[in-house]
């Protein structure tokens, strides 16, 4: 099968991407796979080859011309991921034997992450009513509500895959027909569990250093917590001088900040970890820094937020936004060890995608 991926960019930077690298590893053992994409990190090993196309990594609406790499390569399918530029994705509509994965919330909400601008959890669909009242500035909004309202009448038009049932949830609940929502779970790529450990035992934080993610919270639960082992942050952003001068004025054994950790040295910091917090504020379509940490039997502290209850195992998953009982659960987690959920493996994700490529292959060949 010749198959054909466009991204916004071609990176090890984050999740969505670690899972696009690891699908296109998979995929390209048995089939013919090419990847087109808006920026490239060329430093990032891409096991098939990669055109550039200026356009596909754009947020806005922006040209980008595609006829040609279909025209050469005759692709059975046309896998879109992570791309938000509206006009892409209105080409993909229009096309048969085209399969679009989405990974975040702009297709369904404009703000946030469904995370309110009163810091409440958003569980409401989509409305330009209720969406306005989490924005201050009213021209902004109209122009964010509308790219948000394109990028969900496209992929209506299209199969789409999420990492999670939360995702389908809020597709489905957006308008998107709920037969052509599937869950493909991810699986955790690029790392070694057999990696030595990087420094001494820690408590661990992996990425962006915002308000989203809960950098503020991770930092509040373990100076609550009283757990005796550093506070290693995986990742950097806007909070970082902020968290470093907290963490300055306090007593006990230091929070670390490593920036940005590249992914083949993420590993030795996982086999630091004894427990990792994740109190994310936006609803997290799956959070797969969490599962990552399974994967070398850290145990995970948790906000009930988006998908993440679909892989915890249970102990250390606490009510969103609860911040003493997140310093509760971390004090209790870093004396346990957990395991991997079996489910979330490679050979299940690729199977399901390949049944979806396929029924959208045999659209595309009854054109």
Known sequence: MRILHLADRLTDRGGAYAWLLGLLDSLAVDHEVRLAVGEADFRVDAPCPVDVRPGLEARTEAPVDLDDIVGDFAPDVVHVHSVVNPSVLEWAARRTGTLLTVQDHRFFCPTRGKWTLAGEVCRRPMTRELCASCFEDPAYFREVHA???RRLLAARRMPLTVLSRYMREELVAAGVPPRGVHVVPPFVHGLDPGAAPSGPPCVLFVGRLVEAKGARDALEAWLRSGVELPLVLAGTGPLRSE????????????????????RHRLSGVYRRARALLLPSRWQEPFGIVGLEALHFG???????????????????????????????????????????????????????????????GVLHDAR
């Open 298 to 360: 850290v145990p995970v502290v948790a906000w009930v937020a988006g998908g993440i209850e679909e892989w915890h195992p249970g102990p250390g998953l606490v009510p969103w936004g609860d911040v003493e009982g997140l310093a509760r659960a971390l004090g209790d987690a870093v004396h346990r060890r957990v395991t991997l959920p079996p489910r979330f493996d490679r050979e299940e994700a690729v199977g399901r995608l390949m049944a979806l490529y396929g029924r959208v």
């Open 147 to 149: 790219l948000t309202e």
């Open 243 to 262: 968290i470093e001068a907290r963490a300055g004025g306090s007593e006990g054994p230091g929070v670390e900040v490593l920036g940005w950790v590249e």
